[in-house]
């Protein structure tokens, strides 16, 4: 028996207690030495000059019988319930008594509990009660997730005027567009209007104003008329203007993000485009596309070695690069890079080795498909789960595939197009984990090797690759309510074993080659409006890439073009020239 289990069971029996606890009318028999040992407060209460041994009675304490007995509870088996419903008063009981212990066990909870609704609730609460653990992780879930909390949370709308001029300043906050951080503003005043016009002039500034479309500044921005009553904002309206036309005639260049008007957000995801096919031969280089400010950074280390026909998959932090070929040898082995620690490890390598593999993530798990060992194109498949760091065979599939292009839908895995060796395939087949059984869809409307495969909206998009006479700028998407694919737009460049990924609700393609060349090129789709655009192109002219979307990292700004945090500009040193304004503001 365990000392305390043994204190545990005297308390119970009310035996060699040596003081009470009463709390309206509810005595509780405890040891002194006991609660002394989970608790500051208790320590000194039982030690200072007055707390004489005679004094057996401790009846002050500002605290429900309910609460008490849980602060008891834990102090004799360093365990409690804590509930949803308890949890706030739980820790305001043991921060007012100094329960360590405790106090981490609530911030736990809570941070398991994190959700849009409450996450500015529990921001507020670890502030208020100095869980700086706690407050980091809720002050992250808040910018990471910000334009779906402002649309489900009441408590964003009651947040007083520093905290939320706190969330709109930092660069990590989540928005695609910068016009959601003005609309909100709008919405947080129009919710006390009287008491919160008035800090329209001190809000404004948060809003990265250069960035948002002329368009929308002219008539939301320029013509809102709880603007054109601050003097203030009429000065910030100016500045805006200046650094719009600043930013349109001279594009920034990296790192030259200085005006806090039109300083790029950071994203909250990331395309890296992994390894590849350049000038004769492998490359280890690795880029990192910014959707933010349309710019790739190099962030290549010189002790991965090159490798080209692989794949790359992101999961828990690290990215994992399977398979693929150096010019001389096919690769079953695994490497994973660590976002934090930009470090390279091994992993446990497949059971095959897999050249034109095809890769996705399904439920924690990646899933390795088809691709050439060597000597012929395989149409078996394994899963890695990375808690064990093991590789499983699963059911094969129906085809010889390599070249083929993967992604997952719906709890389910989808493999389209590839090569057998012989033909391009225009077949696709879906696997069911539960079941370890693949079953064939119906077929693409072209044969696709070398295709690009990625989830998107809802469906399936299969883009470019090669039909055994051209590379490809077609794309289709597949439904799987219907089993049907629809055409959509075409690329505005051919291309075959290429990256691809979603990144902020748009599909972007990179590099791979167009039947004549390998390309530097970027292009990206936009579904809202069924039409591509080109996006920077990369700095490596590379195919047989591979990409993986990154998000979430703590430390994206090691990833990124570094925005410059310079305070704002002295507004009223343009007084003369915004006067000058007045008329139309």
């Not at 869980?131 to 992250?140: E, G, I, T, V, Y």
């Not at 992604?407 to 370890?436: H, M």
């Not at 090691?558 to 915004?578: K, N, T």
């Amino acid at each position: 028996m365990s000392t305390m289990t043994l204190f545990e069971e005297l308390r119970l029996e009310g035996k060699l207690c040596d003081a009470v606890i009463r709390i309206d009318e509810v005595e509780f028999n405890i040891h002194k030495i006991v609660l002394c040992r989970c608790s500051e407060y208790f320590r000194i209460l039982f030690t200072s000059d007055w707390s004489v041994p005679e004094r057996q009675v401790y009846s002050s304490l500002d605290i429900s019988p309910e609460m008490m007995h849980l602060i008891i509870q834990y102090a004799y088996t360093d365990s409690v319930p804590v509930t949803v419903s308890n949890v706030e008063e739980l820790l305001a009981t043991a921060d007012h008594f100094r329960v360590t212990g405790l106090i981490r066990g609530c911030c736990d909870f809570l941070q398991d509990q994190l959700c849009l609704e409450n996450c500015v609730g529990i921001w507020r609460l670890a502030d208020f009660y100095y869980c700086p653990d706690l407050k980091q992780k809720a002050f992250h879930f808040i910018l990471h997730h910000f334009e779906e909390m402002v649309q489900v949370s009441e408590e964003f709308l009651e947040l007083p005027l520093s905290q939320l001029a706190e969330i709109l300043e930092q660069d990590e906050l989540n928005v695609k567009k910068e016009s959601a951080v003005f609309e909100v503003i709008l919405r947080w005043i129009a919710h006390m209007p009287e008491e919160r016009r008035g800090e329209i002039s001190v809000l404004l500034p948060k809003v990265r104003l250069a960035l948002l479309t002329p368009d929308y500044f002219m008539a939301n921005v320029n013509n809102n008329e709880l603007l054109k009553e601050s003097r203030d904002c009429k000065l910030i309206i100016t500045s805006a203007l200046k650094a719009m036309y600043d930013l349109n005639l001279n594009r920034p260049s990296d790192g030259n993000h200085q005006n806090p008007l039109s300083r790029p957000r950071l994203p909250y995801a990331l395309l890296f485009a992994i390894g590849g096919w350049s000038d004769g031969g492998p490359t280890n280089g690795i880029e990192v596309y910014d959707t933010r400010t349309d710019h790739w950074v190099n962030v290549t280390h010189n002790e991965e070695s090159p490798r080209a026909y692989h794949a790359a998959a992101f999961l828990n932090g690290v990215i994992y690069c399977i398979g693929g070929f150096n010019g001389a040898d096919y690769f079953n082995s695994v490497r994973k890079f660590d976002l934090a620690t930009r470090t390279w490890h091994e992993a446990a390598p497949m059971h095959s080795p897999r050249c034109y593999v095809s890769v996705t993530v399904l439920d924690g798990c990646i899933y390795a498909m088809g691709g050439f060992n060597g000597r012929s194109r395989l149409l078996s498949a394994e899963r890695y789960e990375p808690d064990t760091n093991q590789w499983t065979v699963i059911a094969p599939m129906h085809e010889q595939r390599s070249d083929a292009g993967a992604t997952t839908l719906g709890g389910k895995v989808y493999i389209c197009g590839g090569f057998t060796g012989n033909d391009c395939l225009q077949t696709a087949e879906c696997y069911d984990p539960e079941a370890d059984q693949w079953s064939l869809t119906s077929p693409m409307s072209s044969r696709r090797s070398g295709v690009g495969t990625v989830t998107y909206g809802g469906r399936v998009f299969a883009v470019g690759g090669f039909d055994g006479l051209d590379r490809l700028r077609s794309a289709e998407a597949f439904d799987p309510e219907t089993n049907s694919w629809s055409p959509v737009s075409t690329m505005l460049h051919p291309r075959s074993n290429f990256g691809i990924g979603v990144v902020d609700d748009l599909l972007f393609v990179v590099g791979g080659f167009n039947g004549i060349s390998t390309t530097f090129g970027a292009e990206r789709y936009d579904r809202n409006t069924d039409e591509w655009r080109n996006v920077e192109d990369m700095q490596i002219c590379r195919s047989a890439l591979s990409c993986c979307v990154v998000h979430g990292l703590p430390n994206v700004a090691e990833y990124v073009p570094p925005r410059d945090s310079l305070p704002l500009p002295r507004m009223e040193e343009e007084e003369g020239e915004a006067s000058s304004l007045g008329g139309s503001l």
